[in-house]
């Protein structure tokens, strides 16, 4: 079973508008997240990231939201733009007496149109 | 160069070979990953390192075969190759704080046939 789920594979927005990605996981031992971007034939990139001792992080148009009672964060991104159609994963960090395991999930291909 | 590489890019091997790719980072970032890449199933991770000489497994651990002997290299060994195993291979390095960003290689597209 995965740990880290992203329920929409793909998700089309309107330049300008919102764009919200989801992710869900189940391990509460789970205690750092972070969104990563991936341009096709290159590795992915960190965009974001927060901690579970806060409940929102902003860095200029990215804000991500983490609900702990629910297992869940999100990503915006307001306003949309071309560029920021790629393949979208949120990953956790479960560190277990003082090692660091780094889990991904599904990603949501995001597609902005102009 | 500085950073994280990944060889080859590119493999085609039969099924029943053994396949090794190599992962190399400059850093010296404790930790080290192998992910593979499906459609589906995101990232999924294949095996870990938190230090030279110490592995474990990750979700999906079958059929594979890492080793650490130094702090920079990572290789990761398919014994048998199989034709599930086609996939997208990315390596990463994490530094010894732990929650922080990974860095990833370039990827490795593995073709069995």
């Known amino acids: 079973d995965q740990q880290v789920k992203q329920n929409s594979p793909s998700l089309s927005v309107q330049e300008g508008r919102i764009s919200i990605l989801n992710c869900d996981y189940t391990?509460?031992?789970?205690?750092?997240f972070l969104w990563y971007k991936k341009y096709p034939a290159e590795g992915p990139t960190f965009l974001i990231s927060i901690s579970s001792i806060k409940d929102k992080n902003e860095d200029g148009r990215f804000t991500v939201f983490l609900n702990k009672s629910a297992k869940h964060l999100s990503l915006h991104i307001v306003p949309s733009q071309p560029g920021d159609s790629a393949v979208y994963f949120c990953?956790?960090?479960?560190?277990?007496?003082?090692?660091?395991?780094?889990?991904f999930g599904t990603g949501t291909r995001l597609k902005v149109l102009a | 160069d500085a950073g994280i590489t990944q060889s080859p890019r590119y493999k085609i091997t039969e099924t029943g070979r053994q396949v090794t790719l190599m992962c190399h980072q400059t850093w010296s970032h404790s930790y080290m990953f192998w992910y593979r890449q499906d459609l589906g199933h995101g990232l999924r991770l294949i095996y870990y390192?938190?230090?030279?000489?110490?592995?474990d497994k990750g979700e999906v651990p079958d059929g594979y075969v890492v080793s650490r002997s130094k702090t920079e290299n990572f290789p990761l060994t398919l014994e048998s190759a199989t034709r599930s195993q086609t996939s997208v291979y990315f390596c990463?390095?994490?530094?010894?704080?732990?929650?922080?960003?990974?860095?990833f290689g370039q990827g490795t597209r593995l073709t069995v046939v």
């Open positions: 990463a390095s994490l530094p010894d704080r732990g929650n922080t960003e990974a860095f």
């Open positions: 390192s938190a230090a030279a000489d110490i592995t």
């Open positions: 391990n509460s031992m789970f205690d750092y």
């Open positions: 990953a956790a960090i479960e560190n277990r007496s003082g090692t660091y395991k780094y889990i």
